[in-house]
C-alpha cells in the first residue's frame, strides 16, 4: 500500500472516529434532556365568581389553562346550587380545560353541595370524601355550621400512581377548629404515604405560616413547597385585589424535588391561586 493510500485511510478513520464521537454526545444530550415538570395548581375559586360576586367560570377556567396545569386542587365548589344557577361547576370546568374532574361534597347547600373538587391531566381510578367533623361544631353566619372535608385522589400519572388530598380548613379566627381537622387530614396522609406511595397534600388551609396548624403539618414531616421550591415573591394569595396572608399550600413528601413556585396574578376568584412546578 502506498504511503499516501494509507494516510488517506488514516484520515477517513479520523474523521469518522470523530464523527461518532460527536452523535454520540449529542444522542447524551438528548438523552439528559429533563422531562417537562409536573404543574400543580392550588385554587380557591370562590364558588366559581370573582371577588365582586361576578360568575367567573370561564376566566377561572383560563386561567388553568394558561397555567398548563396537570393537577388543580379547588376549594368552595358548588355542584348544582341555587346561588350559582343549579350550575355543576366541575363538569363545567372539566369541559373547558380538557381535564378529568372529581367533586368532594362538604355540605349539602341549596339544593346541591358545596366542598371541594381535583382536575387531573390524567384519569382519577379512584377517590373518596374524608370527612373532618370539629367539637363543638363551628357555628357560621346566622347560626349555621359548615362542616369540612378532604378529597383523597388516586390519578394514573404517566410516571406512576399519584395520591393528591385536598382540604379546606375552618376560617374561624383561632387553631382550635383547624387543628381538629388537620390532624385527620395528616392521619390519612400518613397512611398513604406509609404504602410508599407518593403524595401531595394542599388547599386553602386558612392559616399563616407561623401558625401553630402549620407547625403540626411540618412537625409531622411535610415539606411546605414554597419553601422547598424558593417561590418568587411573598407568596401571599388572600385577597387577590392586594394580597396580604399567604394561606393557600401544597406541601411535599420526602425526597420530592421541585423547580419552582410562583402565585398568579388574577382577579378570576378573591383568591390568587398558587402554582408549584415539581419533578418527575
Known amino acids: 500500500m502506498s504511503l499516501t493510500r494509507a494516510n488517506a485511510l488514516r ?4 474523521t469518522l472516529l470523530a464523527t461518532s464521537g460527536t452523535l ?24 366559581g365568581t370573582d371577588a365582586a360576586q361576578a360568575p367567573s367560570l370561564d376566566r377561572i377556567a383560563a386561567v388553568i389553562r394558561d397555567a398548563a396545569a396537570d393537577i388543580v386542587l379547588l376549594q368552595e365548589v358548588d355542584s ?14 372539566d369541559s373547558l380545560t380538557g381535564l378529568h ?15 371541594i373538587a381535583v382536575l ?23 347560626g349555621s355550621h359548615e362542616p369540612r372535608s378532604a378529597l383523597h385522589v388516586e390519578i394514573a400519572a404517566p410516571d406512576g400512581r399519584l395520591h393528591v388530598i385536598n382540604t379546606h380548613l375552618d376560617a374561624s379566627r383561632t387553631d382550635s377548629a383547624r387543628l381538629q381537622e388537620i390532624g385527620e387530614v395528616l392521619a390519612a396522609a400518613a397512611a398513604v404515604r406509609a404504602s ?10 386558612n392559616s399563616t405560616p407561623e401558625s401553630e396548624t402549620q407547625h403540626r403539618v411540618r412537625d409531622a414531616g411535610w415539606q411546605d413547597a414554597w419553601a422547598v421550591c424558593h417561590g418568587t415573591g ?3 394569595s388572600y385577597p387577590d385585589d392586594s394580597p396580604r396572608k399567604r394561606i393557600d399550600y401544597l406541601y411535599l413528601g420526602p425526597g420530592e424535588r421541585c423547580r419552582g413556585a410562583e402565585v398568579i396574578e388574577t382577579h378570576a376568584s378573591d383568591h390568587r391561586p398558587l402554582l408549584v412546578l415539581l419533578e418527575r
Open 234 to 236: 411573598d407568596g401571599f
Open 120 to 142: 387531573s391531566r390524567w384519569p382519577i381510578v379512584a377517590d373518596t370524601v374524608i370527612r373532618l367533623p370539629v367539637f363543638p361544631p363551628q357555628e357560621r353566619a346566622g
Open 196 to 205: 410508599g406511595a407518593r403524595v401531595l397534600l394542599g388547599g386553602d388551609l
Open 101 to 115: 374532574g372529581v367533586f368532594g361534597r362538604s355540605l349539602d347547600f341549596q339544593g346541591g353541595g358545596y366542598g
Open 80 to 93: 348544582v346550587v341555587q346561588r350559582t344557577g343549579g350550575i355543576d361547576e366541575v363538569a363545567v370546568l
Open 24 to 47: 454520540a454526545a449529542c444522542t447524551g444530550h438528548r438523552a439528559a434532556t429533563p422531562a417537562p415538570p409536573l404543574r400543580i395548581l392550588v385554587y380557591n375559586i370562590h364558588a
Open 11 to 14: 484520515t477517513i478513520a479520523a
